[in-house]
Every structure is written in structure tokens, then in C-alpha cells.
T-cell receptor, first 113, second 114 residues
Framework: GNSVTQMEGPVTLSEEAFLTINCTYT??????LFWYVQYPGEGLQLLLKATKADDKGSNKGFEATYRKETTSFHLEKGSVQVSDSAVYFCALSGKAAGNKLTFGGGTRVLVKP | ETGVTQTPRHLVMGMTNKKSLKCEQH?????MYWYKQSAKKPLELMFV???????ENNSVPSRFSPECPNSSHLFLHLHTLQPEDSALYLC?????????????FGPGTRLTVL
């Protein structure tokens, strides 16, 4: 079946540091890939997505590229802010799994001033 | 009001109580979802409704009973819960239940079962 593996946190960074959160997946067929973010006390929000190989999703300074050859969708941001402190979830969805979203375990990121 | 709303935001109940969680979406979507988010576990999909028909029931115990009276509203009826059911319950909606559709989440209901 489908699965998503992402690095465990917490990840603690200083403001303006470079952030990478690794995400790899296992899936049949060609899934769509997503990054969701959950700020404290809130639900999940879509951060970015990519629906086919080599697509790059980007939003709010975050980027992730759909790498089929390495089955990865790593999230990056060049210069983080305190307001980026949140839990980040990698997810996939595909026809082979009935179009359900399968989530990774989440990575907590803490950005210190 | 826009987006996906959930009420109540917090709920404390005993194991013999009956309560309901409510979700409402103002996005004109056709699909709605219930998820359970527990500490240190991945999000678990519980139920999926598409055009008010239940299309997914992920082996959820019968003490959780969903209801979708129309495409804008989704309920989760709770009865005789266990302490391990304490979690954040998230509702989401999407245009349809295709894999590429973005799901929009509500803020969740924090449930504590005593």
C-alpha cells in the first residue's frame, strides 16, 4: 500500500536559517504529492502540491520538487522566520489507493529568534 | 463565514455520554472527511462522504457514527467512548474525492474522554 516517511522532529533552527524536511514515499502508479502545515491550535492548511514528476510546488518561500526517480518530495525554505514554527506534513494521494490522502507522521519545526 | 468550521472546539465527556461534533463547509464542495489526530501517530482517515454518500469507512468502531445530511454539513455522533479516543478530530472538504483535489481542513475539535 501507499506510505509516506518524513524525518522526525523536532527541528530547531535560528531565524534566517535554511530549512529542509525530507519526505519519501511508496506508492503504486503516479500519486499527487502535498505538503500541509499545521500552526499551533489550528487545522491543516495546504502549503504546496505537485501532481506529476518534475513538477515544483512553491508557496510562501517554500519549495518542493516531485522526484520520481528517488520517490521524494523534500520541502525547503531558504530563510525561515519565527512565524514558520509549525508542524509540517507530507502526504500523497493516488487512484491506486482510492484517492485517499496518506500522511506522514509530521515534523515539528521550531524557529528561534 | 468562509472555509470549514467545526464546533465545539473543545469537548470533555464521560464514557457514558452521547455527544456530537459538527462540521460545516462554505466552499461549495462535494466531498467531506473526518480524520483523527492522536499524539505521536499519523493522521487517520475515518470517513469519507461524496455527494452525501459514505464512500469510505476505515474500520472505525461503531461508537463513532457519521452523518451527512447535505453537502455542507457533516456530523460525528459519539457514544460510549473510551479514554483512548481522546484526540483532535479534524473535518475537511474538497471539491470532489479525486486524488488531486486539495482538502481544506477545519480547526478541529479537541476531545477528551474521561
Amino acid at each position: 500500500g501507499n506510505s509516506v516517511t518524513q524525518m522526525e522532529g523536532p527541528v530547531t533552527l535560528s531565524e534566517e536559517a535554511f530549512l529542509t524536511i525530507n519526505c519519501t514515499y511508496t506508492a503504486t502508479g503516479y500519486p499527487s504529492l502535498f505538503w500541509y502545515v499545521q500552526y499551533p491550535g489550528e487545522g491543516l492548511q495546504l502549503l504546496l502540491k505537485a501532481t506529476k514528476a518534475d513538477d515544483k510546488g512553491s508557496n510562501k518561500g517554500f519549495e518542493a520538487t516531485y522526484r520520481k526517480e528517488t520517490t521524494s518530495f523534500h520541502l525547503e525554505k531558504g530563510s525561515v522566520q519565527v512565524s514558520d514554527s509549525a508542524v509540517y506534513f507530507c502526504a500523497l494521494s493516488g487512484k491506486a489507493a482510492g484517492n485517499k490522502l496518506t500522511f506522514g507522521g509530521g515534523t515539528r519545526v521550531l524557529v528561534k529568534p | 463565514e468562509t472555509g470549514v468550521t467545526q464546533t465545539p472546539r473543545h469537548l470533555v465527556m464521560g464514557m457514558t455520554n452521547k455527544k456530537s461534533l459538527k462540521c460545516e463547509q462554505h466552499l461549495g464542495h462535494n466531498a467531506m472527511y473526518w480524520y483523527k489526530q492522536s499524539a505521536k501517530k499519523p493522521l487517520e482517515l475515518m470517513f469519507v462522504y461524496s455527494l452525501e454518500e459514505r464512500v469510505e469507512n476505515n474500520s472505525v468502531p461503531s461508537r463513532f457514527s457519521p452523518e451527512c445530511p447535505n453537502s455542507s454539513h457533516l456530523f460525528l455522533h459519539l457514544h460510549t467512548l473510551q479514554p483512548e479516543d481522546s484526540a483532535l478530530y479534524l473535518c475537511a472538504s474538497s471539491q470532489d474525492d479525486r486524488g488531486t483535489d486539495t482538502q481544506y481542513f477545519g480547526p478541529g475539535t479537541r476531545l477528551t474522554v474521561l
